[in-house]
């Protein structure tokens, strides 16, 4: 339902460089869907920054979206406990636009 991706940084209350965000929102939802976005995005953070508040700290803000619906959501940031890496040979692959299924990514 939403195939598309978008995550920012949400910190103390601001969002950072929500115009970079949207520019690639509008752009992957051309390439990927042959649309044009039905949606203000710009709308969306308000609608987000007032529900959610002026939350002290660092957030993760997800949007997942399509042409024309979407869903949000605020996710405390935490900075991973990395022990190990593996590095993993997959050319089937495709990552130039930030898709929702990420199942292949999170091996």
Same mark, same amino acid.
């Given at each position: 339902?939403?195939?598309? @991706?978008?995550? &920012?940084?949400?910190? #103390?209350?601001?969002? %950072?460089?929500?115009?970079?965000?949207?520019?690639?929102? #509008?752009? %992957?939802?051309?390439?990927? @869907?042959?649309? %044009?976005?039905?949606?203000?995005?710009?709308?969306?953070?308000?609608?987000? =920054?007032?529900?959610?508040?002026?939350?002290?700290?660092?957030? /993760?803000?997800?949007?997942?979206?399509?042409?024309? =619906?979407?869903?949000?959501?605020? &996710?405390?940031? =935490?900075?991973?406990?990395? /022990?190990?890496?593996?590095? &993993?040979?997959? #050319?089937? &692959?495709?990552?130039?636009? /930030?898709? %929702?299924?990420?199942? /292949?990514?999170?091996?």
């Amino acid at each position: 339902m939403y195939p598309l @991706l978008e995550t &920012i940084r949400f910190e #103390n209350g601001v969002f %950072s460089h929500p115009e970079y965000h949207f520019r690639r929102m #509008n752009q %992957s939802v051309y390439d990927c @869907l042959d649309k %044009s976005l039905q949606f203000d995005p710009e709308q969306v953070l308000l609608e987000a =920054q007032e529900t959610f508040g002026e939350k002290k700290g660092l957030f /993760k803000f997800r949007l997942f979206y399509g042409a024309e =619906q979407y869903r949000w959501e605020f &996710i405390p940031y =935490q900075l991973p406990d990395i /022990k190990t890496l593996k590095l &993993i040979a997959d #050319n089937q &692959i495709e990552y130039s636009h /930030k898709f %929702s299924d990420r199942t /292949k990514l999170d091996l």
